[in-house]
């Protein structure tokens, strides 16, 4: 069960909170967008504080430009030296009256010397304890993991999972937010939105982790079967899944538009105005989703209970073995037909 609610550790109402610094480091797209909703009611709690969001090298792109922050900071936490050089730099600025550190399943122990080193007067996260580590932020507010308590050994516990979106909100919630603000939680570039055509379908086949792709023979009985039902079939792929669409497209033996080397904010422009989005549990995934495409997600191993997309239409199938080879094309040709059918996920 959900652990019970935090009590506020910064005061909403005190006049002194001018500056806000939100640390989310990591390079996962995925988990940044996961932590949008917290972000964005921060800012609207705040609306007078200067909002200062730090990122990855990876994700700079993703947020550059987007309404939840006055500023983005960009740094390497890949390792030590490039966390304590970020750190070296901050030390000349403006102190910040608060810090939160976000972290899902895993703890960054660079990415926590950078919130030590921001100085900020208060530095609020999650119990370092839940992840077997020490406090290397220095918590002036230590806020309790919600869901299930670690068992021994430091597995996760048992239990109904939280989606790590509302992870992301007990934090905003320990610092007097937490309102879950309505969608879409991703806004794409209106110049952009003018290159990207209208109502068409994206297939994308691939995955980072390849223990996260769905075979690739039916994703091209999806895309077969859309392509026939009339829908404009575009297939997408990443730089760290080069092949997957090949492989797709040779199982359908039909030629398709291949969308390749996109940026993140086209990407989001394509989306905005997609009429389905279908594919594996990756970043693009959750990009869709939180553009307000209407979003299919294939899932094995990972629960989307806990981690689908945030958005307004979104679907995911899964086996109950949570085996992606369990999946059936005609489960997940289901789900998009459902979408592409509902009136209120219509985009437009």
């Given at each position: 069960?959900?652990?019970?609610?935090?009590?506020?550790?910064?005061?909403?109402?005190?006049?002194?909170?001018?500056?806000?610094?939100?640390?989310?480091?990591?390079?996962?797209?995925?988990?940044?967008?996961?932590?949008?909703?917290?972000?964005?009611?921060?800012?609207?709690?705040?609306?007078?504080a200067r909002l200062v969001l730090?990122?990855?090298?990876?994700?700079?792109?993703?947020?550059?430009?987007?309404?939840?922050?006055?500023?983005?900071?960009?740094?390497?936490?890949?390792?030590?030296?490039?966390?304590?050089?970020?750190?070296?730099?901050?030390?000349?600025?403006?102190?910040?009256?608060?810090?939160?550190?976000?972290?899902?399943?895993?703890?960054?122990?660079?990415?926590?010397?950078?919130?030590?080193?921001?100085?900020?007067?208060?530095?609020?996260?999650?119990?370092?304890?839940?992840?077997?580590?020490?406090?290397?932020?220095?918590?002036?507010?230590?806020?309790?993991?919600?869901?299930?308590?670690?068992?021994?050994?430091?597995?996760?516990?048992?239990?109904?999972?939280?989606?790590?979106?509302?992870?992301?909100?007990?934090?905003?919630?320990?610092?007097?937010?937490?309102?879950?603000?309505?969608?879409?939680?991703?806004?794409?570039?209106?110049?952009?939105?003018?290159?990207?055509?209208?109502?068409?379908?994206?297939?994308?086949?691939?995955?980072?982790?390849?223990?996260?792709?769905?075979?690739?023979?039916?994703?091209?009985?999806?895309?077969?079967?859309?392509?026939?039902?009339?829908?404009?079939?575009?297939?997408?792929?990443?730089?760290?899944?080069?092949?997957?669409?090949?492989?797709?497209?040779?199982?359908?033996?039909?030629?398709?538009?291949?969308?390749?080397?996109?940026?993140?904010?086209?990407?989001?422009?394509?989306?905005?105005?997609?009429?389905?989005?279908?594919?594996?549990?990756?970043?693009?995934?959750?990009?869709?989703?939180?553009?307000g495409c209407p979003t299919v997600?294939?899932?094995?191993?990972?629960?989307?209970?806990?981690?689908?997309?945030?958005?307004?239409?979104?679907?995911?199938?899964?086996?109950?073995?949570?085996?992606?080879?369990?999946?059936?094309?005609?489960?997940?040709?289901?789900?998009?037909?459902?979408?592409?059918?509902?009136?209120?996920?219509?985009?437009?």
């Amino acid at each position: 069960m959900p652990s019970a609610e935090p009590t506020p550790s910064v005061d909403p109402t005190r006049s002194e909170i001018r500056t806000i610094h939100l640390y989310r480091p990591q390079n996962q797209l995925g988990d940044l967008l996961l932590n949008v909703p917290a972000i964005r009611s921060i800012r609207e709690r705040f609306s007078g504080a200067r909002l200062v969001l730090v990122v990855g090298r990876q994700n700079a792109a993703a947020v550059l430009d987007q309404p939840w922050a006055d500023e983005v900071r960009v740094v390497e936490t890949r390792n030590f030296f490039g966390a304590a050089g970020a750190g070296i730099r901050g030390l000349g600025g403006p102190r910040p009256d608060l810090a939160v550190y976000f972290t899902t399943v895993s703890y960054s122990r660079s990415a926590a010397m950078l919130v030590r080193w921001s100085r900020a007067r208060e530095r609020v996260g999650f119990d370092p304890a839940w992840y077997r580590e020490r406090d290397r932020v220095g918590l002036t507010g230590r806020v309790g993991y919600p869901g299930a308590p670690r068992r021994e050994g430091g597995a996760p516990g048992q239990g109904a999972p939280l989606h790590q979106s509302d992870v992301s909100l007990a934090l905003a919630r320990a610092v007097g937010a937490g309102a879950r603000p309505a969608p879409p939680y991703y806004v794409a570039d209106p110049q952009l939105l003018a290159r990207a055509p209208e109502g068409a379908v994206y297939i994308h086949p691939g995955a980072g982790k390849h223990k996260n792709r769905w075979p690739a023979d039916r994703f091209a009985a999806v895309a077969y079967e859309l392509t026939r039902r009339g829908h404009f079939v575009w297939w997408v792929e990443g730089p760290q899944d080069e092949g997957t669409v090949d492989a797709a497209a040779d199982a359908l033996r039909m030629k398709l538009p291949v969308v390749r080397g996109e940026s993140i904010p086209m990407l989001a422009a394509r989306f905005t105005r997609a009429a389905l989005y279908v594919g594996n549990d990756t970043g693009p995934l959750h990009l869709a989703g939180a553009t307000g495409c209407p979003t299919v997600g294939v899932y094995g191993w990972t629960d989307p209970a806990e981690w689908r997309p945030v958005g307004r239409c979104v679907r995911s199938v899964r086996a109950a073995d949570g085996a992606l080879t369990s999946v059936e094309s005609r489960e997940v040709l289901a789900a998009a037909i459902s979408l592409l059918t509902e009136e209120r996920c219509a985009v437009g």
